[in-house]
């Protein structure tokens, strides 16, 4: 995992920064912080990977502030002093991890970046981690505790990845009322219940012929009834 970032060794929230390199903080949307390296990074990418590597090998049920800890080899109390919470920390990895794992890409065009954003995602689902992650977000929903912070994931990676959708807009390949999110959400789902499920393969196709439908579904919608 690339060296993800704090705001300082201290022992404040500040320390609480999400994800890889600049990320959103959990505790703040739209908040940015930026890498500095030194032992506050080493012990972030410690417990970060200690609690990815935990979500992978035994579910989010068995994951605790605890046992993260002990796989990061750190004191219990520096996990809680920087994160707060389980539901934090959980937020944390599964955007490191996925920050990581689904790069945005900007290929110059919106169907090549679909593609390519598809097949990210979908080597993404295929690894351990990234099943982990998956079945974490669908549960978060279901466990009062983990709400907030299944919201929060969805919404940071569905801004993140609206740019694709944003800087196509502004190159004229869709229309100017385009919904990002929703886009997005017809691109992902299928790939996203393939790997939940297991009921149908993910082909080397697939992310391809799912860019184009999405295209063709937004270039031809039909105009609002007045």
Request: contains cysteine.
């Amino acid at each position: 995992m690339n060296e993800p970032g704090t705001s300082g060794t201290g022992t404040s929230g500040a320390d609480a920064g999400v994800g890889v390199g600049a990320t959103t903080d959990p505790s703040g949307p739209g908040t940015v912080r930026r890498r500095p390296g030194g032992r506050a990074a080493r012990v972030r990418e410690a417990v970060l990977t200690a609690a990815l590597d935990l979500l992978a090998e035994e579910g989010l049920a068995r994951l605790t502030v605890a046992r993260v800890a002990a796989r990061a080899g750190v004191n219990e109390t520096t996990v809680y002093r920087r994160w707060g919470s389980r539901e934090k920390l959980v937020l944390d990895a599964m955007l490191a991890g996925s920050d990581e794992g689904i790069p945005v890409p900007d290929t110059g065009a919106v169907r090549t970046d679909l593609a390519d954003f598809a097949r990210s995602l979908a080597r993404y689902l295929a690894t351990p981690t990234g099943r982990a992650v998956a079945r974490a977000a669908a549960l978060g929903s279901e466990d009062p505790g983990l709400a907030d912070a299944w919201q929060a994931f969805w919404h940071s990676r569905l801004d993140q990845a609206g740019t694709i959708v944003t800087r196509a807009v502004e190159r004229g390949e869709l229309p100017p009322d385009t919904d990002a999110a929703l886009a997005l959400e017809l691109l992902c789902a299928p790939l996203q219940t393939r790997a939940l499920l297991g009921h149908r393969p993910v082909g080397p196709e697939l992310p391809e012929r799912l860019a184009g439908l999405v295209l063709d579904g937004l270039r031809e919608r039909p105009s609002p009834r007045s």
